[in-house]
């Protein structure tokens, strides 16, 4: 027997596994196979299995993380409880900045269980006070408690290059070790005690990464230096110094530890500069709003309002959540969300965004959307996402990082081995200080941090230009792509279509009836020219007149019954679905409209055309700027359009558009892709609207406009919030630069460890007498991380118009 049950928790692949293993673990089941997006378990089992078993293996397995539940059931019923957000404390959304396990979030700061790293917390409306931030404060703490132990233990180690050293007239050698011991402790048990226990996990899980090889050369340089201290006599004479105390390396192993941690620290306060501009737009977010009630205004929280309440926007007020202008109008400075710094001119009926705020007039404004589901809750929920996703490059550091860990460890021992058998006395002592010094500056941390650091900078720029980046993969992909295809409507037009005329076949269907039929049966469409026809209608004084049996044809237009009579709306294959005839007069008349770029909507009653509407949409300004720029970066662009062959060919020439197609349905769309693409080209599909969505899911990279569906916005990788083809130039400016700036970061990360282990090991030594020590491995280790940091920052403040 088979039965389906809900599964919650599950944020990745990985849970996907884990959640399908605990599954089929269970006595009795033959096969359980989980969906992760569809969040369901398909179990296959020899007899009834009661859901309490099912609920208490997950249980066992994953501390409750996962639950199980029958379809319909209360799922959150049996959900392991989150923290509650509470002001001040964040989202209770944390991620490894490694994506150790792909986008896998974390209800809890702490660190990461595969790699150890300090988990990251996106960024919320409630963040005034982050675990992120709390974290930095936490680390710079822990760094200058372990500066103050550190330091002395440093002097005291140095001073031994003093002439005749004065400190011995104080104590002698054996008790200055003693006091470098104890100053030791606190740095190694409390300030930097994660790094041992993070080194622990790594090889307990076999899980290989820089605290391995920093637990491993602090951890062996701190308890040689104790050992020795202790017994001896256990150690030949090459190890001992003058006084016949054994050498110790308290300073070595502290300093390495506390410059770790000053790498964590700078690191802390680079992640909470990365979400800079999402900061910024969390400032827009008002707390209050003023409702208007039967005329009567009162100010309330902005958790209170409802979809659909009437909201009055003061001059220089910021508007609390989406909606439609109902009364009054204004300009509204929209840069925040749109990158554009003139305001935007608002009347009657335009829609508004949370965040933006408001010029010098009032207006009354209706509340549609509320809560997450405003503009501004979309972009930071998008930024947040996409800051944590993984980019294909980053599987070129991870693989790296793969084998060079016990690569590292392996030059570690042979260097060891090297230097007792070719070395000179003390040969031992050289040994193990060099083959300390290789594991610590070969620790690949900046690696780990090229690509994440880049992508965290890039994708909060991009927010505050406008483009919105949904994963990391869209931003690679657009930086490689071949093919740009774009559609006509809403993405090089406005997508504001207006009727500029009615022509009718004869006086017996005058233009009079042609408009109110055509309005009438596209009174029940959501398309752009539908709504068009339906606002001239309703300006010539039209009564919309009631239509049976609606039905509407993606790509080709509407039909229903007026009147008792067949009616259908649309272009020609509209007509030549329903098998209308159109006169030779109508016909020219309708191909001349068309040869001027102008749309023309056919109106037939039964089965016989009576006449159209023409409807123009004014081409947005910047397109033929934006279509040039892209074709001189060698980026073929394609517009694709539902429209007819005439209407889009004098678009084409207006855009010089050597590449055009029309007539395209959705289906026709989504070949093209294919084809192109079979071809060995990588496309990046511009679209706005539904019949755009399959096409948006296939290609390499989908473009949504924000001013378009829910439908294209899902199915794209990017969303430009202003909705024109500008947009596409910044978003691949930005791509441009992220993966050049992720190819400098790869570039530091490798150039360090490629120059420092070799020296490290002691290569030098024989030619010039040189060596690295330990503390100086640990400096330039830093060093690499800083620059990578450094140089992923730039990326604030580089120019993608």
């Known amino acids: 027997m088979k039965h389906t049950y809900k599964i919650s928790g599950m944020s990745c692949n990985g849970c996907r596994s884990h959640v399908e293993k605990t599954l089929n673990n269970v006595e009795g089941v033959i096969d359980a196979q989980v969906d992760l997006q569809k969040a369901e378990a398909v179990i296959e089992m020899e007899s009834h299995i009661s859901l309490e078993t099912f609920r208490e293996a997950l249980e066992s397995?994953?501390?409750?993380?996962?639950?199980?539940?029958?379809?319909?059931?209360?799922?959150?019923?049996?959900?392991?409880?989150?923290?509650?957000?509470?002001?001040g404390k964040g989202t209770g959304v944390f991620y490894c900045p490694m994506h150790c396990e792909g986008d896998k979030t974390y209800d809890k700061p702490g660190d990461c269980p595969v790699c150890g790293m300090d988990?990251?917390?996106?960024?919320?409306?409630?963040?005034?006070?982050?675990?992120?931030?709390?974290?930095?404060?936490?680390?710079?703490?822990?760094?200058?408690?372990?500066?103050?132990?550190?330091?002395?233990?440093?002097?005291?180690?140095?001073?031994?290059?003093?002439?005749?050293?004065?400190?011995?007239?104080?104590?002698?050698?054996?008790?200055?070790?003693?006091?470098?011991?104890?100053?030791?402790?606190p740095v190694v048990f409390y300030t930097?005690?994660?790094?041992?226990?993070?080194?622990?996990?790594?090889?307990?899980?076999?899980?290989?990464?820089?605290?391995?090889?920093?637990?491993i050369g602090a951890g062996v340089a701190w308890t040689f230096s104790v050992f020795g201290m202790i017994f001896p006599g256990f150690f030949p004479p090459e190890f001992k110094t003058e006084f016949g105390t054994v050498h110790v390396y308290f300073e070595a192993a502290t300093v390495i530890l506390t410059l770790v941690l000053m790498g964590q620290v700078l690191e802390a306060r680079a992640h909470t500069k990365t979400n800079s501009a999402v900061k910024e737009l969390l400032k827009l977010a008002p707390n209050q709003a003023i409702r208007v009630v039967d005329g009567q205004e009162e100010?309330?929280?902005?958790?209170?309002?409802?979809?659909?309440?009437?909201?009055?926007?003061?001059?220089?007020?910021?508007?609390?959540?989406?909606?439609?202008?109902?009364?009054?109008?204004?300009?509204?400075?929209e840069s925040m969300i749109t990158g554009e710094p003139m305001p935007v001119h608002k009347s009657v009926k335009d829609k508004v965004s949370s965040g933006t705020i408001n010029g010098k007039q009032s207006f009354i404004m209706k509340a549609e959307r509320i809560g997450s589901d405003t503009l501004l809750s979309q972009i930071i929920d998008m930024v947040n996402k996409a800051s944590r996703s993984q980019a294909p490059i980053q599987k070129l550091a991870d693989k790296i990082s793969g084998y060079f860990v016990p690569v590292v460890v392996l030059i570690s021992v042979l260097t060891f081995i090297a230097w007792v058998i070719f070395g000179p006395e003390p040969k031992y002592v050289y040994a193990l200080v060099n083959a300390i010094a290789v594991l610590i500056i070969a620790c690949p941390c900046a690696l780990g941090l090229a690509t994440p650091m880049s992508v965290m900078v890039g994708v909060g720029k991009g927010a505050k230009s406008g483009v919105l980046i949904r994963n990391a993969e869209a931003l690679e992909t657009l930086n490689d792509i071949d093919v740009l295809i774009i559609d006509k409507t809403g993405t090089i037009t406005e997508g504001k279509p207006s009727v500029d005329t009615v022509i009718a076949e004869s006086s017996d269907f005058n233009k009079e009836k042609v408009l109110q039929y055509s309005m009438s049966v596209n009174a029940h469409s959501e398309h752009p020219l539908a709504e068009a026809t339906v606002a001239y209608g309703k300006e010539q004084k039209l009564d919309s007149l009631k239509v049976d049996s609606f039905n509407s044809v993606t790509g080709k237009g509407v039909t229903g019954i007026i009147e008792s009579k067949k009616v259908a709306l649309g272009n020609r294959k509209m007509m030549d679905e329903v098998k209308a005839s159109i006169s030779e007069t109508l016909e020219k008349e309708a191909a001349n409209q068309q040869a001027s770029g102008k749309t023309v909507s056919f109106l037939a009653i039964d089965e016989h055309v009576v006449g159209f509407v023409v409807i123009s949409d004014?081409?947005?300004?910047?397109?033929?700027?934006?279509?040039?720029?892209?074709?001189?970066?060698?980026?073929?662009?394609?517009?694709?359009?539902?429209?007819?062959?005439?209407?889009?060919?004098?678009?084409?020439?207006?855009?010089?558009?050597?590449?055009?197609?029309?007539?395209?349905?959705p289906e026709d769309k989504l070949r093209e892709v294919e084809r192109l693409q079979n071809e060995g080209k990588k496309v990046a599909v511009a679209g706005d609207g539904i019949n755009d969505a399959p096409a948006l899911a296939k290609c390499n990279v989908g473009i949504a406009?924000?001013?378009?569906?829910?439908?294209?916005?899902?199915?794209?990788?990017?969303?430009?919030?202003?909705?024109?083809?500008?947009?596409?130039?910044k978003a691949h400016n930005l791509s441009t630069k992220v993966m050049g700036n992720i190819k400098q970061n790869l570039f530091f990360a490798l150039v360090y460890n490629s120059i420092g282990v070799p020296i490290a090991a002691g290569i030098l030594f024989p030619f010039f007498g040189l060596l690295l020590s330990p503390m100086l491995a640990a400096l330039a280790m830093s060093f690499s991380s800083v620059s990578v940091i450094t140089n992923a920052l730039r990326l604030r403040n580089a120019n993608i118009e």
């Open 618 to 665: 004014k081409i947005k300004e910047s397109s033929k700027e934006a279509i040039a720029a892209l074709q001189n970066r060698g980026i073929d662009v394609v517009m694709l359009t539902g429209d007819n062959k005439n209407t889009a060919q004098a678009v084409a020439e207006e855009m010089n558009l050597a590449d055009f197609k029309a007539d395209m349905l």
């Open 61 to 87: 397995d994953s501390n409750g993380r996962y639950s199980i539940s029958m379809p319909g059931e209360n799922e959150h019923k049996h959900e392991h409880p989150s923290p509650k957000k509470q002001e």
């Open 705 to 729: 406009m924000g001013t378009g569906t829910d439908v294209a916005i899902e199915r794209a990788g990017i969303t430009l919030v202003k909705g024109d083809l500008q947009g596409i130039v």
């Open 119 to 185: 988990l990251v917390e996106e960024v919320s409306s409630h963040s005034e006070s982050s675990a992120e931030e709390n974290n930095y404060k936490k680390l710079l703490k822990k760094f200058w408690w372990s500066v103050a132990f550190t330091l002395p233990i440093f002097l005291i180690a140095m001073s031994d290059m003093i002439p005749n050293n004065p400190l011995y007239d104080v104590l002698g050698l054996k008790y200055w070790n003693w006091i470098e011991f104890a100053l030791s402790i």
């Open 192 to 215: 930097t005690w994660m790094f041992f226990q993070r080194a622990y996990k790594s090889i307990i899980t076999w899980n290989l990464n820089m605290f391995t090889l920093i637990g």
């Open 299 to 333: 100010t309330i929280s902005i958790d209170a309002i409802k979809i659909g309440d009437l909201l009055r926007v003061k001059p220089g007020d910021k508007i609390p959540v989406d909606g439609t202008i109902q009364q009054g109008e204004s300009s509204i400075d």
